[in-house]
């Protein structure tokens, strides 16, 4: 695997790295294991404040930390500059909160004193996709940093200067060594490194081939891990809906990062009242976004983040006309030199359409007739996926009892989708298992030790709970 800086807007090498060696590993698997027993008596307050001054770092370098991200893989200077921000935001709120989260949990028992301690496990080893590049690794890293897991990232190959700068933060900070090691490693490399007997779980953000590869392995090793792939998500917008509000969020919601979220809406799922105004409003939408330089405040559409997303996204779009698709709009070459793909919509796909069960990521619409809220919410269920989805309706209680109903491990009512780090993420079916972010995300790779203490034993009182 050639881990190298490709800029997506003019095709340039920027930089490239060479793969960390097995003495790397080695030393920063001792390192780690050091670190971990080292962490397990210093005070979390401690944790905390190296946690506040990574934040206060990466807001004092947010230019260039985004400026990083833009060249690694093409994301809208704009966006990229939210993207330290959020992350900036995220530490804060670990930092704020996690000592608190973290207290033991009183159990009522006819026991006697009995709690739940939350202690760390050990080193984490986590696989992080390009298409957030400091965002995707700031999720793990400030709740196990907090914990007092030591952590080891294997970046995505196609963003290495985005993995080099967060590390750099993170020791800046002053944070202990291998609290944060990135190494350039291959799959296999990977493997070994989840087998050895000082790491203690996998957290991975990529594709559900990506997940399946590194599941097994986990499972294999007895290795707890939590998984958060793709997914097909699902914006249904509902007879009574406001179109207005609707049309104010549904181009972003595809567009944004040039369509590479795993939680961008994919499906639009349309009340056939408002089907035919929807699909005119959103080809006028799609119509507006400007192709250029990201670097360049006023570009509107990035380039895809590589060649390799490109080529693949142009194949699923062929294989969905071919099978009977209609191109509403786009689907044209545009005239720069970089990885751009037009903003395009497709409809008429009925559930034979390989389009139909495939995630495609970048700025695709496929759109959907429902005649009725069950009719929608049989679509945006048949999917093998289930990460999150948007529901656009008359009223939030309406909206409610549809998001219910739906698949997934995220619903937003009447809003865009957004993260938080007070909010949990995560998936269901082959969007993966386990939550990242808030208490849930916190907990993750943590030892929930019972505790029952008494002054003296009764087994007389117990004698049916003994075994």
Known sequence: MAYKTINPFNNEVVKEYDNATKEDINKTLEIDDKLYHQFKKQPISERAAILHKIADLMRKNEDDLAKTMVLDMGKLIGEAKG???LCALIADYFADNAENLLKPTPIKSGAGDAWVEKQSTGTIMMVEPWNFPYYQIMRVFAPNFMVGNPMILKHASNTPGSAVAFEKVVNDAGAPEGSLTNLFLSYDQVSDIIADDRIQGVALTGSERGGQSVNKVAGENLKKSTMELGGTDAFIVTSDADIDQVMSVAAKARI????QVCTSSKRFIVADNLYNEFVDRLTKKFAEFKPGDPMDPTTTLAPMSSARAKDKLTEQVNEAVKA????????????LPGQFFMPTILTDIDSKNPAYS???????????KAASDEEAIDIANDSNYGLGGIVFSGSKEHGAEVAKQIETGMVFVNTFMFTLPELPFGGVKKSG?????S??????????KLIVAVDKPDLNNLAGGLF
């Not at 009977?324 to 005239?335: L, M, T």
């Not at 298992?433 to 972010?437: H, K």
């Not at 208490?439 to 929930?448: P, T």
């Open 83 to 85: 993207e330290v921000e």
């Open 256 to 259: 944004y990062n040039a369509g």
């Open 358 to 368: 495939k995630e495609m990521f970048g700025p695709v619409a496929q759109v959907y």
């Open 439 to 448: 208490s849930l995300g916190l907990e993750a790779f943590v030892n929930e």
């Open 433 to 437: 298992f386990g939550r990242e972010m």
């Open 324 to 335: 009977g698709a209609k191109v509403q709009f786009g689907n044209k070459p545009i005239d």
